[in-house]
């Protein structure tokens, strides 16, 4: 799961939230390989959310700041994600807290990542840098 340059959005705090979410994600895969209980792993993840969360907000307000006329939607993806991670938490609550979901439950939030940063967060980093440079 090392850092892939594509997913290099040129805007310098969002890549670097990026970046540290994602070493995240590798710490929690490294934990679950080296055999961290499964609660202690869960927790790790719970703790992760907060800085997810945190990395949303942050986003949301620099789409606000730049007049982002996607900032709606942008902002509705990060609420329908933080909904989806709160469901596959209760998961793995209900399922008993094992391994197998909790790694799996890390791996749909990279995965989901990746994806958001592609497509929507790439979306919002072209209209950042035109409208820095007087295009729009
Ligand atoms: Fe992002
Ligand atoms: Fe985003």
Known sequence: MDWDPALETGVEKID????????????????????????????????????????????????????????????????????????LFDKCHDDGVNLLTIMQTNKTVYDWLITHIKKVDMEFADYYRRKKRGMI
Do not use: C, W
């Open 16 to 87: 670097l939230q990026h970046k540290s979410l994602f070493k995240r994600i590798e710490q929690i895969q490294e934990a679950g390989r080296n055999g961290t209980s499964a609660q202690e792993l869960l927790n790790t993840l719970i703790f992760f959310k907060r800085y997810v969360s945190e990395h949303f907000r942050d986003e949301e307000e620099l789409q606000l700041e730049f007049a982002y006329p996607k900032y709606k939607e942008h902002k509705e993806a990060h609420r329908i994600f933080m909904e989806k991670i709160d469901e």
